[in-house]
């Protein structure tokens, strides 16, 4: 648990590593927080994702005597999953539905504050013991309480428990968090497994996908899944710049909008993406299709449209440049000037 008064000495294991100046995949292979002598975590020992108290290990690193922590519980005491449910005196398991509870969402607390992992005040969680429905002081669940996390949560816890384990099962997330096993376990997983395996190839081009989900230490079994959706993330990071570039290009001249590009991946996993033109623009957006390169749009709602696997044709639409990926400044001539272009995509 942290301590009443210490949430600003909790560490990461991130935050450790680059402490002591060494690469979190290296840090967490070679595991010197098992070292003799070091500050034990203040998570909890079930916890997926381990804390230290800063001082502690800034002591240990630099030779000094390691402080001690206070050894007796405070309202004040922020308690992970796993003492909280000890504190109510349920499972784990159970406190992922508890928690959905306004009495206690109210009160958690991310440590760290970005995509951090869940906390309560011991306080809290020993008011909504008292207070808790059923048989007796402490006993049902309550009324109304769901089992779902936000989702937008989602991704990021799965994220913090693949830090800690990277061969976690869909069913240990789905009992740690809360959620369903299929989809929503299973699509999170294969995803930030593959933004990961991604990550890696750009800092080491020579790895393939499969090599690289090898290296993370991924199942056998998730090899494939995870290497599928890498490939699409690489496709998708390394025509973003460029798209970027473009849209900028669009919005310094005038015509478009400021807008950060996102990049769709289409039903068939052709990329395709947007940029809203101003209304003084005859055409409400430009579409760019990796198939078929720029095109103005005829909805700024959905600009993309369905994808039928041809090339759109409709009254509005214009093919614009004379490649896939022309010059922003192509695109600017072109644009302005209805007279060129063209109705089809050049083959």
């Known amino acids: 648990m942290i ?5 600003k000495y909790a560490q990461t294991m991130a935050d450790l590593a680059d402490a002591v100046g060494k ?11 098992e070292q003799e002598g070091h500050p034990a975590p203040i998570s909890s020992p079930d916890a997926r994702a381990k804390l230290w108290d800063s001082e502690q290990t800034k002591a240990f690193w630099a030779g000094e005597p390691v402080p001690e922590l206070p050894d007796v519980d405070d309202d004040e005491d922020l308690l992970d999953r796993h003492e909280a449910a000890a504190e109510l005196g349920v499972s784990p398991a159970s406190w992922n539905k508890y928690k959905s509870d306004p009495q206690l969402t109210q009160h958690v607390v991310l440590v760290p504050k970005e995509n951090g992992t869940e906390h309560w005040p011991r306080r809290v969680v020993r008011d909504f013991k008292k207070s808790r429905p059923g048989r007796g002081a402490g006993g049902g669940r309550r009324t109304g309480s769901g089992d779902m996390i936000p989702r937008d949560e989602i991704l990021p816890r799965i994220a913090e428990l693949l830090d800690d384990n990277p061969a976690i099962t869909l069913a240990e997330v789905a009992d740690t968090l809360g959620i369903a096993k299929f989809p929503t376990a299973q699509a999170g997983l294969a995803q930030i497994r593959g933004r990961r395996i991604a990550d890696l190839i750009e800092s080491d081009p020579q790895l393939t996908p499969l090599e690289a989900a ?7 079994v998730t090899h494939r899944g995870a290497a599928t959706i890498a490939e699409a993330e690489l496709r998708t990071r390394r ?51 990796e198939r078929y390169g720029w095109r103005t749009a005829t909805s700024r709602r959905h600009p993309i449209g369905k994808d039928t696997g041809t090339a ?8 614009l440049g004379s490649s896939i990926r022309p010059e ?20």
């Open 214 to 220: 090898e290296h993370l230490g991924y199942p056998t």
């Open 239 to 289: 025509a973003r710049p460029y798209l970027q570039q473009v849209a900028d290009a669009l919005a310094a001249a005038g015509v478009a909008e400021l807008v950060q590009v996102e990049v769709r991946r289409l039903a068939d996993e052709h990329l395709a993406a947007a940029v809203p033109l101003t209304t003084s623009q005859t055409s409400p957006a430009l579409v760019w299709d």
């Open 312 to 319: 759109p044709e409709d009254e509005g639409i214009r093919y």
């Open 23 to 33: 690469p979190l995949g290296t840090f967490r292979n070679t595991k010197p927080y």
């Open 328 to 347: 922003p400044a192509e695109l600017l001539e072109q644009l302005a000037d209805g007279r060129k272009g063209s109705k089809r995509p050049k083959s």
């Open 3 to 7: 301590r009443a008064g210490r949430r």
